[in-house]
Each structure stands twice: as C-alpha cells, then as structure tokens.
C-alpha cells in the first residue's frame, strides 16, 4: 500500500493534455514575464473570490511581505499575528523591517484568538496579520472591528485557504489585502512557486503593480523602491487551467473531510472543527492526539504518509529567539506541535483509500 500525503502526479495524469496545451502555448508566444496569462488570471483569480484587484506575484511569502510594505510597514511598527504557522508568515513581518507580536490560537480552529488581540494593541501596532489555518476563516468581524477601533491593517494570510469562507463571503476578501500562495501542494497549485494578492483598494493595487516590478510605472521608470516578484507566465497558465477545477476539487475535499468525520466519529482523535460561520476547505486535516508519533510511525509502516504541521512554533524556532518569548507563552500553539498529525487529503484521494487510512487509525487504537 503507498497512500502519500500529498501525490501531485495524480492531478497532472488527470488533467494532462489541458496543461501540455497550456504550457507550448505559452513557448510558442515568446513572452515569458507579465504577459496575457498575468494579466488574464488576475482578473480570472480577483472574479473569483470577489475582488475588485489581484496582483501576481512570486510566492506567497512574497504576497505577505510586498502587501505591508504597500501599506507603509516597516521599522519600529508591530504586527499582530500567531505562532501557530508556516514561518514564511513572520519572515515577511520581519524582513519588512517590522516586530511580529504574537498572540496564542484557539484550540478548535486554530486560528488567532481574537478575544486576546486587543491587550497586545499598543501604539506602535500598524496591522493585524491572520491566519486561515488549514483553510478555517478566522473570525474576521472580531478582527474588522478591532481594526477600525485602533485604525489598523488587515492583511490576511490566505496562504492556505483558496475560497475558504467568512458568514458567506471569501477569506482574502475583508482585509485590506489577501495573501495567496500557489505553492504545487496548495489547493490551487503551480507547478513552481507563485503568489497572489488581492484588494479592493485602488491605491494599494497601483502601489503594489509598482513594488513587484522594480518601484516602475512604466518601462525604466521608477517611481518608487520596488522589488522583482512578479508571477510568471507559465505559472499563470497552469494556474488559469486549473482554476476551472479548484470548485469541484473544494467540493471533493470538503467530502473527504466528511468522510474521515464519520469514519473516526468513535477514535479518540480529535478531529478538525468547522465554526457556523466558516466555510473550510480542507487544505489541510489536521487531527490531535497524545500519541501522535506513536501514531504516525503505524501508519508510516503501512505506507500511509502523514505530515506536521508545523512541528516548531514560531517563537521556538531558532530564528526567531530573537523576539523574546519564552517556552510556555503560548500553551495551545505548544501543544498543537506535539499532538497534530495531517492525514492525507487531496481531490483524487479515493474512497477505499479513506477508509483504509481511518481503518488503521481506529486499529491502532485498539492495538494499542
Ligand atoms: C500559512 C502560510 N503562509 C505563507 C506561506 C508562504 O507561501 P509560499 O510558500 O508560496 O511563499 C505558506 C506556504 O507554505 C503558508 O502555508
């Protein structure tokens, strides 16, 4: 049995020849950098979740990092935001010059735990940075009222979270600004690194078409610093073929998830939560158990692949001693590290291979 947990070659035996086309097309017409297939899915990406703007860029780390400093973030500033994270979310605080303050997750969804933001606010605060988790919203109308008390940003982290929503309405989209990553795991998947932001906000928008082509407005004309991070044209068109797909392929993960939901009712993992206002979309299932390497080890062994995420909490990376915090500051996000385990889970994942992956779960239990 070999059940990996993640299997990209499945997806591209699927979708083959509409990727091929796509790719000689893209050889065919020279243009390599901000081309038709840019522009072509910015506006294809920003219908899609019901933005007024995308803007393409190189990876998500670099939708995170070119979105503050649109917003003017830089040192001496401080942005709100979790230890419960890919880094890349910190690494982009951080190299806009700015502090990440930290603030622990909830135990159900663990995204930020709005109810602790507001005595972290102080008044070098710019922004508020969360984390849709796995493809769970956080609370954004708790985080878009904070916001508007104490005239902060939001720029969303929707790394992992393609049309994940809030009451109805996509995650990306209540923020200043949304972060995408189109990293090949992720749910909208290139097959090289790429990123997205988008915004409602005109001004932004202009500022950020200029950070990731070097500060220009036009050809040799700089208007501002700017950066190269600009999406290229054979990610956008395997991106534009696949966004025809990433409905179904949200639907088929939200049935898994199910699937898994009913199969492990009576194991005594705890499984993910979906909050009322929350549409998920399983980027991720993440489950929580004391035995968890045990655990993973069963399952490796017969050939069921699992992964963590994240093993390290932020502030117990080596890189980020610097910010100061101690073991025990964020109980929830320490405890997350040793206990979650990510199932397999992908659109193409079939049925018999959920039930075999749940099967050795509750066999494991027993066994024991
Ligand atoms: C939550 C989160 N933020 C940011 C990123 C960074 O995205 P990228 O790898 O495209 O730079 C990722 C991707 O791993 C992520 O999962």
Known sequence: MNIPVFDLKRQYK??????????????DSGTFVLGENVRMFEVEFANYLGAEFAIGVGSGTEALHLSLKACD???????????NTAVPTISAISFAGARPVLIDVTPDT???DTKKIEKKITNKTKAILPVHMYGHSSEMEQIKKLAEAYNLR??????QAHCAQYNSRNVGTYGDMGCFSFYPTKNLGAYGDGGMIVTNDEEFYNRLIMLRNYGEVKKFTSQI????????ELQAAVLRVKLKHLQTWTNRRREIAMLYQQLLF??????PCERQWAKHVYHL?????NRRDALREYLQERGVGTQIHYPIPIHMQEAYKKLGYQEGDFPMSERNAGEILSLPIYPE??????????????EFQGAT
């Open 225 to 232: 610093e700017g950066f190269n991070s600009r999406l290229d």
């Open 110 to 112: 663990y995204t930020i």
């Open 154 to 159: 939001i720029i969303e982290d929707a790394c």
């Open 14 to 27: 699927y979708l083959k020849t509409e990727l091929d086309n796509a790719f000689t097309n893209v050889f």
């Open 266 to 271: 009576n194991s005594n993992v705890q499984l």
């Open 73 to 83: 973030i830089g040192p001496g500033d401080e942005v709100i935001t979790v230890p």
């Open 285 to 289: 299932f993440v489950i929580r158990t």
């Open 349 to 362: 994942l079939t049925t018999e291979e959920i039930e075999t992956v749940a099967g050795l779960i509750t």
